[in-house]
């Protein structure tokens, strides 16, 4: 959703991560970060929240197993995403800092404007 105070995530998204249940299959496992990376601008620190979620996935043909780790990534990433703040639209009043890093085979840059 994008208004004049900034970007938020959809609420009716947000409602539907509230109800939602935690996996029991390697099909709903899949389907949660799937979801969540959506939104994963919202959520400081993304990949290592939804890393243990993310190691079960590599169980590939092994007995579903949903652990303690996986349930406490899980609630946070709900948490988080329900919380999340507003992001900042730009403006012209900011200073804007480009940071780039490169290597052998990639190079990237992120335009980010500097903001409270």
């Known amino acids: ?7 938020r995530p959809d609420p009716e998204a947000v409602e539907a991560v509230l109800i939602r249940k935690a996996p029991r299959t390697d099909t709903q496992l899949m ?8 939104y994963r601008e919202f ?8 890393y243990p979620m993310q190691k079960l ?5 092994k ?16 948490r988080e995403l329900c919380e999340a703040p507003v992001l900042g639209m730009p403006t012209e009043k900011v200073i804007y800092v480009l940071d780039t890093d490169a290597s052998v085979v990639t190079i ?3 335009l980010h404007p500097e903001q409270e």
Do not use: C, L
């Not at 959703?1 to 970007?7: K, L």
């Not at 389907?31 to 959506?38: D, L, Q, R, T, V």
């Open 1 to 7: 959703m994008v208004d004049r105070h900034g970007v």
């Open 57 to 61: 996935m590599r169980n590939t043909g």
């Open 31 to 38: 389907s949660f970060p799937g979801f969540a990376n959506y």
């Open 63 to 78: 007995k579903f197993e949903w652990n303690e780790e996986a349930q406490t990534a899980f609630e946070n990433i709900k």
């Open 43 to 50: 959520i400081k620190g993304y990949a290592d929240k939804v």
């Open 108 to 110: 990237s840059g992120i």
